[in-house]
DNA sequence: CCTCCTTGGTGTACGGCGTACACCTTCGCG
DNA sequence: CGCGAAGGTGTACGCCGTACACCAAGGAGG
């Protein structure tokens, strides 16, 4: 005797099964059989595949909250909150950083929000409240509102915890010391800098790269310059249409 | 009489009907029958949809040097290359900043190739050099090497062009007056804040935002911060592993 | 000239996908 | 007890990518 199907039922069904094999593995019929249920019957409980997807995404969200309590009791990093900042209130900083630091864990649980996310268009409420949130921490700061829109732009997908690792990667499938002789002719400046570092005799320490520590350096270049805008109290330029350099 | 096809018209007309009705409309069915043919006959010039989508990239990013070119002789909007940069050397700078924002113009022609480029795992040998160019960009201004890996990281998707809009867009679908009431109830901070300057009465003014301001605002956030780092020589945290703030 | 091999286009077919539609079962409630 | 809604089923359609066997044209070598 099979327990009721409900959407929550679902919806943590299509996000196990998408951790466990990837986005590509939730289609409704493999869902269905995952349920032990014929692929229509997933219909009754949402709308669409689309709808299957706005839901996992509104699941997967629902727990950066969790995260964010985690960390709070967590051990802060002692002198994680003030750095090169500027030496007035930085309280927003700690918040959106932890907020986000958070939902970037969510993220690396959960590898195909990224993909999801990015394919979206629909916003649903969750999704709606989560930036509500993030934008209220800056304006709760004095953050104007335009600087506050500039601010969230400048952020972009990083808010949600993804790293735009399109660059990286040439590295790591090689261990063919042909193919890197070739890499590193055809293009040195990649080959130097992929965290690849190239001895003389041409073997390679393929020390790949720790992300969270880019993820981490891109983040506060970024709180930094937005620290540096705030505290010059940065306003939008006037009648002045060319040059806009923040 | 057709004209035998070859992987460069193949291509060519994938591109073309990507740009005229969007990525989905590229499937192999398809794209066949505009060009006149069997589907199967499109695997003679293309090994499958991969290589295929992987081509398209190819011929976009070539596009790109072709933008450069085209903007160094064209305006160069005045006292645009010198701003909030510290005094040395800013040549970088200006590279850097044309190649991106040759790219985003390439990518605003060709609006799939962000999805493309996201999904995509291969690195073809357009897609190595391009960022081999930008590296060396970097690296001849005297940016060492763990400065332009993390530089690089930084900048992330945006070296392709990308604006990382997942926020944005709560507007433009809200001349429904009740929902947009509800909209400033529920997230009153995204309403204030998401270009819609709420008035008195309630009326929205839907100015949505520009673009291309956000893009070179978030791109000289980061080039602020990165010319920063640059001028004060910044070098990998030592042997301290807890706080790495560049 | 004829042959043969390569290159490129064809036709058929398979398994997967999302989902419309009509149907049947089960259960809570009046 | 009966009935209507809610939930599960079965069938079917039109897409998708692509494996495989086949055929047509054209150039190379005898």
Redesign the pocket.
Known sequence: M?E???RDRVLAAAVALADAEGLDA?????LATELG?????L???VA???ALLDGMVDVALGEVAGEIAAQDDGTGAPGDDLGAGDGNGDSWRTGVRGHILAARRVQLRHRWLRRVLETRTARTPVVLAYTDTLIGTFRAAGFSDPLTHHVMHALGSRIWGFTQDLFEDADQTAPDPASVELLTRQFPNLAAVAGAAVHDDGTVVARGCDDQFEFEFALDLLLDGIARLHAQDWRPPGNTPASHRP
Request: net charge positive; no cysteine; glycine share 0%.
């Open positions: 099979r009721r199907l409900n939730v289609s409704m019929r493999r249920v014929v692929p229509m019957a219909y009754k409980h669409d595949k689309d």
